[in-house]
Nanobody, 118 residues
Framework: QVQLVESGGGFVLRGGSLRLSCAAS????????MGWYRQAPGKQRELVAA???????NYADSVKGRFTISRDNNKNAVYLQMNSLEPEDTAVYYC????????????WGQGTQVTVSS
């Protein structure tokens, strides 16, 4: 079975930092694009950051310069370092594994709550 297990969420004050971790199992990790999405109450789920097989990354405009995504293919893990957190970052954060070939497949973690207070 495929599992994406997230950790590292919590409650922080504005300006604080958190590091989210996602441990993947049951997939050929190195061939997947890994990403972090978030969903705030009443809002659509949105891409926060993604990192490809080659290590190239992209970010939502709202988090550029504050968040950093990384992956460790030897550990089958992806991370999201979040600095200078703002109340607008409050959401459930989901780990995502995506492949495009031979077909489009997405796997999702259970989500971890991040709450940033002002």
């Amino acid at each position: 079975q495929v599992q994406l297990v997230e950790s590292g969420g919590g409650f922080v004050l504005r300006g604080g930092s958190l590091r989210l971790s996602c441990a993947a199992s049951g997939i050929m990790f190195s061939i997947y694009r890994m990403g972090w999405y978030r969903q705030a109450p009443g809002k659509q789920r949105e891409l926060v950051a993604a990192i490809g097989r080659d290590g190239a990354s992209n970010y939502a405009d709202s988090v550029k310069g504050r968040f950093t995504i990384s992956r460790d293919n030897n550990k089958n893990a992806v991370y999201l370092q979040m600095n200078s957190l703002e109340p607008e970052d409050t959401a459930v954060y989901y780990c995502n594994a995506r492949r495009y070939l031979p077909d489009r497949v997405d796997y999702w973690g259970q989500g971890t709550q991040v709450t940033v207070s002002s």
